[in-house]
């Protein structure tokens, strides 16, 4: 193993394989990864063009027990896709192995090693990399990213999911608590009866106690408890560090990141708590509409800080911004996703104002904002349905106009629906593709 490989790491995953599964459940549901979704990645890795043929490779990296490997095998079952599934615990790779069995897989590749040796695995280049979890606990995790990015397609893409400082500042307390508890104890078992016993009698005043609805998985077994509390080696990302490291570094003029570009989209949230005029609620201070105005990085460092419960970042890490879906483009198809959202639903919640800012309440995400849809945010919304290009869209708008001016055209309707897109799609909740992508699929 390379000198950054930590031998107490991978003792903890054959022996708590992580996360926890039960195979049996693949049986009765599928789990779902929030960055493995095809159409996420679509959206926001391929600019709307990929259409998962053509021999597409994906590399789950760091796989565990197969949540990310499973999902993707499902989606690209009827591809002639490849999916590698790569992992240094055999335990954990067992457990994802029986599912795939249950689930009648065979479009998944087994690989036993660790991510540090991809240079030399001689397993080829991917289009998608995903990596959840495991760079936070590499002793030198930009290592494990130059690792993987050794094995990238020059267009191709990886979803990332690191700790989040803020958000975990109860889980980092307990965790200096539990070092002090445990001393020089080096019995697991020992370590994780005192951590039970501990969190069963902690004061509500304790950081993590009053957290307690960040983080769940300390309820999850003892794999949950020693992963989250008694982790030999844990390391978490404020949004600016996240940056430095992978973007262009830009302290003070320095370039000394990766230089890639990167789409944050937290679990059910997309980017919203990244945003501050999103984060500020319905009554924002008169600050807000400045804050908008502000470079994105700056504006993603003051709402993580503003939010406080960022827990995890998960991320697309592209080479440049080409790779997400334009919006402006008339070719593009808008289409819901996420959850069973159509276009006279939506049309009825933007168009409840009569063109009139409105808040905008969203249950799923606890995001609300107040949203201007404009003159014809509504009816545009109405006529989404997933298959029409907004060229088509508009021109429908057109053939359907009533007033004695003339009807407005393309770029009169794409600034007008702007705010509600923007909306939309910072919750993931309106996403783009292009049709070639389709027409590919069904040849």
Known sequence: MPPNYLPQVRSQYEALPYPPRDPEDDRKRLALTWLEDLPMINHYCFAGKQSFQNGFRALVAGAGTGDATIFLAEQLRTTNAEVVHLDMSEASTALAKERA???????????????????????????????????????????????????????????????????????????????????????????????????????????????????????????????????????????????????????????????????????QRGRSPYLPHMVLGNKPPVMANALRQLPRRRQYEMAELMIGNIITH????????????????AEYVPF?????????????????NRGQPFILKHQHSRMSLMVNPGKYGAKILGLIDGRKSFGEIFDQFRAEWHGKAAAPNNEVLFADFAESYEALNALDRLLLKHPEADAVAAN
């Open 101 to 267: 069995d249950i689930r009648g897989l065979t479009n998944i590749t087994w690989v036993h090693d660790s991510l540090l040796n991809l240079p030399t695995l001689g397993l080829g280049k991917f289009d998608y990399i995903n990596c959840s979890g495991v760079l936070h606990h590499l002793a030198d995790p930009d290592l494990g990213f130059r690792a993987l990015r050794s094995v990238l397609k020059d267009d191709g893409a990886i979803g990332l999911m690191v700790y989040a400082t803020t958000g975990r500042t109860g889980v980092y307390q307990m965790q200096a608590l539990m070092r002090l508890v445990n001393g020089t104890q080096t019995d697991d078992l020992h370590k994780l009866a005192n951590t039970r016993d501990l969190l069963a009698s902690l004061p509500p005043s304790n950081w993590f106690m009053r957290s307690e609805d960040l983080v769940h998985d300390h309820k999850a077994g003892d794999a949950g408890i020693y992963d989250l509390l008694l982790h030999s080696q844990d390391r978490s990302y404020s949004v600016g560090e996240l940056f430095d490291w992978l973007g262009d570094g830009a302290k003070e003029g320095q370039h000394s990141g990766h230089g890639m570009h990167l789409a944050f989209t937290d679990v």
């Open 314 to 329: 998960s991320l697309y890490v592209t080479r440049d911004a080409s790779c997400t879906a334009p919006y402006g483009n």
């Open 336 to 352: 819901f996703f996420h959850e069973p959202l159509t276009g006279e639903m939506a049309a009825q919640v933007f168009g409840s």
